[in-house]
């Protein structure tokens, strides 16, 4: 069981926003930025958003990062069938020897 | 194209040893901490360990401490990760990604496709 939590699926209809929360202490999401990455079926894990609300370049603005002292927030406006995929948060955990911590993932099904 | 390539996966006897390899092109390779993460099959995905720029800092998940080292060689562009006392739970496929920002980081980008290491009698 993660440290990290997240919920184990998501769905929505196209053109819907979704959101994806990720839940941790304060040795983790409370004092480190959170990362999230998208996998689809079948390929490499993808950075999405960086440093809790930044996206990389090339990342629709359809996608947004947000936190709140010990949660993160993914969201994903409009919705489109290419975004059915698993979604993972990332966070540097501070407690004992350190370490990155990855939520168990979400996988989201566009309906 | 920044890119990273992984190899050296297989199936290996519990006990066995294995040796992966991560070839990076399209960045200086030098310059950043790198990174390998596993995912088994069916879970999440697992950070297992980093390394500095220079290979002077090295730092595990406490379930591989002590039975894997990852190394690097800038002159060759290559990262690897050796793989001792494997067991089943070690079972997995096996990233690598240039990490940001460094140790103190879970901003990865890119990831390779990842190489499959499967550990069974």
């Known amino acids: 069981q993660s440290v990290l939590t997240q919920p184990p699926s998501a769905s929505g209809t196209p053109g819907q926003r979704v959101t994806i929360s990720c839940s941790g202490s304060?040795?983790?999401?409370?004092?480190?930025?959170v990362y999230w990455y998208q996998q689809l079926p079948g390929t490499a894990p993808k950075l999405l958003i960086y440093?809790?609300?930044q996206r990389p370049s090339g990342v629709p603005d359809r996608f947004s990062g947000s936190k709140s002292g010990t949660s993160a927030s993914l969201a994903i406006s409009g919705l489109r069938s290419e975004d059915e995929a698993y979604y993972h948060c990332?966070?540097?955990?501070?407690?004992?020897?350190?370490?990155?911590?990855f939520g168990g993932g979400t996988k989201l099904t566009v309906l | 194209e920044v890119q990273v390539v992984e190899s050296g996966g297989g199936l290996v006897q519990p006990g066995g040893s294995l040796r992966l390899s991560c070839a990076a092109s399209?960045?200086?390779?030098?310059?950043?901490?790198m990174t390998w993460v596993r995912q088994a099959p069916g879970k999440g995905l697992e950070w297992v360990a980093n390394i500095k720029q220079d290979g002077s800092e090295k730092y595990y998940v406490d379930s591989v401490k002590g039975r894997f080292t990852i190394s690097r060689d800038n002159a060759k562009n290559s990262l690897y990760l050796q793989m001792n006392s494997l067991t089943a739970e070690d079972t997995a496929v096996y990233s690598c990604?240039?990490?940001?920002?460094?140790?103190?980081?879970?901003?990865?980008?890119?990831w390779g496709q990842g190489t499959l290491v499967t550990v069974s009698s």
């Open positions: 990332a966070v540097w955990d501070g407690s004992l020897s350190g370490r990155v911590l």
């Open positions: 440093r809790n609300n």
């Open positions: 990604a240039r990490t940001w920002s460094g140790y103190l980081s879970g901003w990865f980008d890119p």
């Open positions: 399209g960045f200086t390779f030098s310059s950043y901490w």
């Open positions: 304060s040795s983790n999401i409370g004092s480190n930025y």
